[in-house]
Nanobody
């Protein structure tokens, strides 16, 4: 059974840190781009970060999180991570991980959700000021 399971959500103070995990089961993450998306209350889902686990390990970050968030993948654990530092109230939302097979990934728009086939159930993040 193919599954992505996020964990690590919760609450944090302004300026605090959290680390999200995205554990994949039923398939190997090697040929995939792993993306993190978030959806704030009343807003559309937006891309946060992505990692090309297929060939060149390119990372992508939304401007709003550059310098604060770091994406990584542990191949041995078949798990992706999102380290979030210097958290702000605007980071509040439900965070989802998703995977896009390299052949179908939209390299011109890493946040194109049509590229992503598997999605996790989401994990909640709340940042207090």
């Amino acid at each position: 059974q193919v599954e992505l399971v996020e964990s690590g959500g919760g609450s944090a103070q302004f300026g605090g840190s959290l680390r999200l995990s995205c554990a994949a089961s039923g398939f190997d993450l090697t040929p995939y781009i792993i993306g993190w998306f978030r959806q704030a209350p009343g807003k559309e889902r937006e891309g946060v970060s992505a990692f090309n686990n297929h060939d060149n390990y390119t990372t992508y970050y939304a401007d709003s999180v550059k310098g604060r968030f770091t994406i990584s993948v542990d191949k041995a654990k078949n798990t992706a991570y999102l380290q979030m530092n210097d958290l702000r109230p605007d980071d509040t939302g439900v965070y989802y991980c998703a995977t896009a097979l390299w052949a179908y990934f939209d390299y011109s728009d890493p946040w194109n959700t049509a590229s992503y086939d598997y999605w996790g159930q989401g994990t909640n993040i709340m940042v207090f000021s």
